[in-house]
């Protein structure tokens, strides 16, 4: 084993600390083989641990997701999971599709069954990385319920507000859409005006274009479906 | 290069050689994450852990290990101790993740454990590689809460999230920007390095003027 001469092999603790080993010469195939078995164990070490975390990781993203609906529509009675095919909602996955690959709103109903309203998410580029909420929408009135992030990474102090300051977020409960930003003071009442953030005005103003962009995509759906499954 | 025993080993990455403040490496993490005290403590045992793992199975290793692939290997090593404690906090601390964010991952490449591998871990027996990486860790660790304690008391009026400073405490939010991290570091050093210097002078004899002590005077 030592016939390599590698230096790593000293024993006492009086060998130097710095400087490299000697350079030797084991042959290519014993490079390319240890690398090779090692690679092999750490995948396999990383299989067997992802396969005790990955179930709980996804537990809680489902958590995390559940509680974000029951906010943003003022905790339903129950909510419904819909699936985005091409351009209709359905409440089964198509056949031939993966339901995971699939988006996904969520529609909410009240006490006596009468839908509340859709949560969707949305995600686009805030200040500094993505910013990814998700908001409550009733199709029948056009306004919004609410607004929660979900995640992002602003300033702190600065750009977090869009997730701490509860003015801006309660701002959400109640317009109607698409939003306009308003400085704070500046608006004239107005039912689709949301009060931005002083300090914050990008990451303000990214969240309003999220949900604007993402009305503008899938509010037509929202509006045209009827959760009974006729007209 | 002098012997060492092996509580010299364990205690000379707490203080002496703290990765850190003495030998400045791992400074992204130190100044990154450090905004709150608890991301500092989830940094500092991810760190901890995967520096421990990957001294143990480097030195286990050394001589199965050729040299001319010994970087590629001790770094595969790394990586996989990383990716465990990537998901092992992914599933167990989920929000402290989501805080940490792409930091986890980024211990490969804290030279600190790569350091200690090639430097040390490499050709020590197994028992005192694994001091060494504890000690290390500590020190890492020591830095972390160093760092974070004030940065989150300042920037943010609270520890550990339990506000303590009282409602009329107007956070100072550049503690917790990364300006506020490079002004706690250079504070950190500063007193380091003081301290430090002063108490090597302490071992030279004073010398006192007038010869008030007889035969010392210059």
Avoid at chain 2, 26 to 43: K, R
Avoid at chain 2, 138 to 152: H, K, W
Avoid at chain 2, 180 to 185: D, M, N, S
């Amino acid at each position: 084993m030592s016939a390599h001469g590698d230096s790593g092999n000293g024993r006492g603790p009086d060998l130097p600390i710095a400087g490299g080993p000697a350079p030797n010469d084991a042959p290519a195939f014993r490079l390319i083989a240890t690398l090779a078995v090692a690679g092999g164990l750490a995948g396999l070490l990383i299989v067997a641990v992802f396969q005790w975390a990955q179930p709980r990781i996804l537990a809680h993203q489902a958590l995390v997701l559940g509680q974000a609906i029951e906010e943003v529509l003022s905790d339903p009675a129950r909510y419904d999971t819909l699936y985005v095919a091409g351009d209709a909602l359905t409440k089964e996955p198509p056949a031939g599709t993966n339901p995971a690959s699939l988006e996904k709103v969520y529609l909410g109903y009240d006490g006596e069954g009468a839908p509340v309203g859709f949560a969707v998410q949305g995600a686009e580029p805030g200040f500094q990385d993505v910013i990814s909420l998700l908001f409550g929408y009733d199709a029948a009135n056009n306004r919004l319920l609410g607004m929660t992030v979900m995640e992002a990474k602003e300033t702190p102090g600065l750009g977090d507000k869009i997730i701490k300051d509860s003015a801006f977020v309660n701002g959400f409960a109640g317009p109607t859409t698409p939003l306009v930003g308003v400085k704070i003071g500046a608006g004239k009442g107005a039912p689709d005006e949301v009060d931005m953030i002083t300090g914050a005005t990008i990451s303000s103003r990214a969240v309003i274009k999220i949900i604007n962009d993402r009305l503008e995509q899938i509010g037509p759906l929202l509006r045209a479906y009827h959760p009974g499954g006729g007209s | 290069m002098k012997a060492t025993t092996p509580g010299q080993d364990l205690l000379r990455g707490i203080w002496r050689e703290n990765p850190v403040l003495i030998q400045l490496l791992g400074l992204c993490p130190t100044l990154a994450v450090t905004n709150t005290v608890a991301n500092g403590i989830a940094m500092g045992l991810a760190t901890f852990f995967v520096l421990l793992g990957s001294s143990l199975l480097v030195s286990l290793l050394k001589r199965l290990i050729p040299n001319e692939v010994r970087i590629s290997a001790y770094i595969l090593i790394i990586a996989t101790f990383v990716t465990l404690a990537d998901m092992l906090l992914q599933a167990i601390v989920p929000d402290i993740h989501k805080a940490l964010g792409a930091f986890i991952a980024l211990i490969v490449v804290n030279c600190m454990i790569l350091g200690r591998q090639e430097a040390f871990a490499s050709k020590r027996p197994v028992g005192r590689s694994v001091l060494d990486a504890v000690g290390t860790g500590i020190g890492f660790m020591i830095t972390l809460l160093l760092m974070s304690a004030p940065r989150e008391l300042l920037g943010n009026g609270t520890l550990l999230g339990h506000p303590v400073m009282g409602t009329h405490f107007e956070p100072w939010i550049i503690m917790i920007l990364p300006a506020g991290g490079f002004f706690t570091l250079g504070a950190i050093l500063l007193v380091y390095s003081w301290w430090k210097a002063r108490s090597e002078e302490d071992v030279r004899p004073r010398q006192w003027p007038h010869g008030v002590l007889p035969g010392k005077a210059a």
